[in-house]
């Protein structure tokens, strides 16, 4: 526990978009491999998204009754955003020489991403929620 006193924020400029893909895969053990893998080799191509978050079975699950709906699939995600074309092309490529990973549509992709930002939704399943939110760089 403490008192923040002071905070030094360090902004990025606007980005000319959002360019989120949503990876399906097997099972939690897959999608943290391909993180691992995939930040190991982003580093060395300067292939740095601005968000990577994990999903489990579970929070898909919960994002599919919230939408009343089975538009995501059931199993481990990771959901990728990138602020600029150039980037996100050379992620494309990425995924190409990659093998085989599922990728849900872009309307897909694009709908989880905007509802980041409606954490508490998830209150209406009527389980107890904390809402909290960890980033790291």
Same mark, same amino acid.
């Given at each position: ?14 980005p000319q978009g959002t360019y989120p893909h949503?990876?399906? &895969? ?70 190409a020489k990659h093998g085989k ?27 107890? &929620? ?8």
């Amino acid at each position: 526990m403490g008192i923040v006193v002071e905070v030094t924020l360090k902004l990025r400029d606007v980005p000319q978009g959002t360019y989120p893909h949503l990876l399906y &895969f097997k099972g939690d053990a897959e999608a943290y491999e391909f993180i691992d893998a995939f930040l190991k080799e982003a580093d060395a191509n300067k292939l740095t998204p601005d968000t990577i978050r994990f999903l489990d079975e579970n929070s898909m699950e919960d994002i599919n009754e919230i939408m009343r709906s089975g538009v995501f699939k059931k199993s481990a995600a990771v959901l990728i955003e990138f602020s600029n074309s150039e980037t996100d092309g050379h992620f494309l490529q990425y995924l190409a020489k990659h093998g085989k990973i599922e990728e849900a549509p872009a309307y897909v992709s694009s709908y989880l991403w905007n509802e980041r930002l409606f954490g508490m939704k998830t209150k209406r399943l009527g389980r107890p &929620f904390l809402p909290v939110k960890s980033l790291f760089p």
